[in-house]
């Protein structure tokens, strides 16, 4: 989340890849910080997203806390297991 912008993707490999079902997954890819420290994930018929979104509270930051999601996009019937 971009304080200026508000949701996007900031890196995405392939390009375009996730883009266009992005608002149906956001809330998911850019969760609420009660969620923050879970195993979360959504699937769609094209992936799954897989995500750890973490809350480092700090008054430095401009909102008291940065939030970031680290996830991976798999292909449909991939087990999320190993990750």
């Known amino acids: 989340f971009d304080n200026q912008t508000g949701p996007r993707i900031t890196v995405e490999v392939p390009s375009g890849f996730l883009s266009p079902e992005f608002e149906e997954v956001s809330k998911i890819v850019i969760p609420k910080p009660f969620l923050c420290g879970s195993l979360v994930s959504v699937t ?40």
């Open 44 to 83: 769609r018929p094209r992936f799954t997203v897989l995500g750890f979104p973490v809350l480092l509270r700090n008054p430095k930051y401009h909102r008291n806390a940065l939030l970031f999601n680290f996830g991976f996009v798999l292909a449909p019937g991939v087990s999320s297991e190993p990750y």
